[in-house]
């Protein structure tokens, strides 16, 4: 039995910060970003409002979209890194906010891959037959966790949140196949220290500024082109897919020429590549399910047609979707 995607739900706060904002703060140009990392704007959420609030309003639109009453889903799946707290999961806040009794689930931690890996791991669940709806929600608040002094991290990314319903497929329909990979060589690539178990939040630690994101770009970026390209050609291959049978490629929206660099080396038409990021930058786990959305509004989604996604992120983790897209 296979997996179907059967509801698509997605959520961006109001706020909006451009490329021109960030001129204000910090010594960086309109001109240097979209030329680097092809952003325009993204969305950020007004104080008080976290990534439960997102996720829980994404889910809401899934569910609607579905037509069905949120006390059918039986397990919730929560990609983030950016957690309203440590503990309890985000799984469970949204599970109080949508009101679904009988439910469990939890939160899944692999950066800019969670949703992808969620997806899959959601997608076991409905394989084994233990559960008939599950929800598989990316949801990310970026926001929280930038240093609005680092120019070279801070325009990077957003806050947004997108989710879906899995059901159980008909034969050929659904997902069909991954390849996931983890690479802790380059925790250091990508990471925010302060606040784990290795460094508890003192004083000291908000000093340092070990709370927010820090990267090495380059070292990401070349890591990002290589991989999400040898990933996608490894599950084409095993599966006997040729670029050209692919309708829709959805990758990780991080960065346009990252995005670009797999395009072409896989040979992929580029209209058949969905990139939004000049609306929403780098939203983490929101990034896939915020594209499928733009694919669907573009037109360039549709029923029956093949989907590749793909992503890297902070890890590093690595993953790739195919998928017959059934909506
Ligand atoms: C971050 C990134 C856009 C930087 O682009 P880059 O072409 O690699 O730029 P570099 O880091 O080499 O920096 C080039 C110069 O631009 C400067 N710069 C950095 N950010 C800047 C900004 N916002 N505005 C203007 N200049 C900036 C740097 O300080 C550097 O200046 P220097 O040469 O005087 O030292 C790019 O490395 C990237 O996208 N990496 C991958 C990031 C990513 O995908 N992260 C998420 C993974 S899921």
């Not at 997806?119 to 598989?136: C, E, M, P, R, W």
């Not at 929280?144 to 991290?153: G, K, P, Q, V």
Request: aromatic share 6%.
């Amino acid at each position: 039995m296979h997996a179907k995607i059967t509801a698509l739900g997605t959520y961006v706060p109001p706020r909006v910060m451009t490329n021109a904002d960030f001129e204000k703060i910090v010594e960086t140009s309109d001109e240097w970003i979209i030329s680097r990392t092809g952003i325009r704007e993204r969305h950020v959420v007004d104080k008080g409002v976290a990534t439960s609030d997102l996720g829980a309003e994404a889910a809401k639109r899934a569910l609607t979209e579905r037509g069905i009453d949120a006390q059918e889903v039986e397990a919730i799946v929560v990609a983030t890194v950016t957690p309203d707290m440590l503990f309890p999961s985000t799984a469970c806040l949204i599970q109080h906010k949508l009101g679904i009794k009988k439910v469990w689930g939890f939160d899944l931690s692999a950066a800019c891959s969670a949703f992808v890996y969620a997806l899959q791991t959601g997608a076991q669940f409905i394989q084994t037959g233990a559960h008939k709806k599950v929800l598989v929600i990316g949801a990310d608040v970026m926001s929280s966790i930038l240093d609005y002094s680092d120019r070279a991290t801070c325009i990077l990314f957003g806050d947004g949140a997108g989710a879906v319903l899995l059901e159980a497929a008909e034969d050929g329909e659904g997902i069909i196949d991954f390849e996931h990979e983890i690479d802790g060589s380059g925790a250091c690539s990508l990471y925010m220290p302060g606040g784990g178990s290795l460094h508890p939040s003192t004083h000291e630690t908000v000093d340092k500024k070990m709370h927010y994101v820090h990267q090495d770009g380059q070292a990401v970026f070349k890591f990002a082109v290589r991989k999400m390209a040898d990933a996608c050609e490894n599950l084409l291959a095993r599966n006997n897919v040729k670029a050209s049978d692919i309708d829709c490629f959805i990758p990780h929206q991080a960065n346009q020429r990252i995005i670009k660099a797999t395009g072409d080396r896989l040979g992929l038409k580029p209209e058949n590549v969905i990139i939004n990021i000049e609306r929403f930058g780098n939203t983490t786990a929101g990034t896939i399910p915020l594209a499928m959305q733009t694919a669907r509004e573009e037109g360039k989604l549709k029923k029956g047609d093949l989907v590749l996604l793909a992503s890297v992120g902070a890890g590093f983790t690595v993953g790739a979707t195919l998928l017959r897209w059934t909506i």
